[in-house]
T-cell receptor, first 115, second 113 residues
Framework: SQKIEQNSEALNIQEGKTATLTCNYTNYSPAYLQWYRQDPGRGPVFLLLIRENEKEKRKERLKVTFDTTLKQSLFHITASQPADSATYLC??????????????FGRGTQLTVWP | GAGVSQSPSNKVTEKGKDVELRCDPISGHTALYWYRQSLGQGLEFLIY????????KSGLPSDRFSAERTGGSVSTLTIQRTQQEDSAVYLC???????????FGPGTRLTVT
């Protein structure tokens, strides 16, 4: 079965720095990889989706990379702000046949940005 | 509606009782998903519906769990004879199509005493 590991349970950085979160997976490579943000007591909120044939995708201060050789995705938040503090989830979609749309989630990394 | 809604937001039930959890997806979204998030655990896929196709039930943990989606819109997740290990937050999500980003509701926190 697919195993997804996110680098650490918690990451603390100073405001203005770049936060880098890691998502590693085993077994098959996903067709799609997604990143979500989850605040306490709320459902996850979609941030970015990257496809297996894409190396990098950006959205404002966010950047995602996808390395199918390393079986790894990196999620970067540049110029981090205290409002970026949340849990960030990596999710994989195998994207093939009957499993298309079924997301496998990592446990998340809790990011704290301090002033 | 503006987003995915779920009801109730909290549910406390006694062991052995049946519960029904409701999800209203975003209008026009053809795919609907149910997940479970236990304390300290990642989201666990339970079931999804896509259009009029038969649902993918492969994530349901036991035959006490079932779900239906009526009219391609509202979905109900039913847990029969609840057990304490069923205590978790149950999240519903919808997407325009399979493989697209998913929009989550706020979840239903289920506590089985």
């Amino acid at each position: 079965s697919q195993k997804i590991e996110q680098n650490s349970e918690a990451l603390n950085i100073q405001e203005g720095k770049t936060a880098t979160l890691t998502c590693n997976y085993t077994n098959y490579s996903p067709a799609y990889l997604q990143w979500y943000r989850q605040d306490p007591g709320r459902g996850p909120v979609f941030l970015l989706l990257i496809r297996e044939n894409e190396k990098e995708k950006r959205k404002e201060r966010l950047k995602v990379t996808f390395d199918t050789t390393l079986k790894q995705s990196l999620f970067h938040i540049t110029a981090s702000q205290p409002a970026d503090s949340a849990t960030y989830l990596c999710a994989l979609d195998r994207g093939r046949g009957s499993t298309l749309g079924r997301l496998y989630f990592g446990r998340g990394t809790q990011l704290t940005v301090w002033p | 509606g503006a987003g995915v809604s779920q009801s109730p937001s909290n549910k406390v039930t006694e062991k052995g009782k049946d519960v029904e959890l409701r999800c209203d997806p975003i209008s026009g979204h053809t795919a609907l998903y149910w997940y479970r998030q236990s304390l300290g655990q990642g989201l666990e896929f339970l079931i999804y519906f896509q259009g009029n196709s038969a649902p993918d039930k492969s994530g349901l943990p036991s035959d006490r769990f079932s779900a239906e989606r009526t009219g391609g819109s509202v979905s109900t997740l039913t847990i029969q004879r609840t057990q304490q290990e069923d205590s978790a937050v149950y999240l519903c999500a919808s997407s325009a199509r399979l493989g697209y980003e998913q929009y989550f509701g706020p979840g239903t926190r289920l506590t089985v005493t």
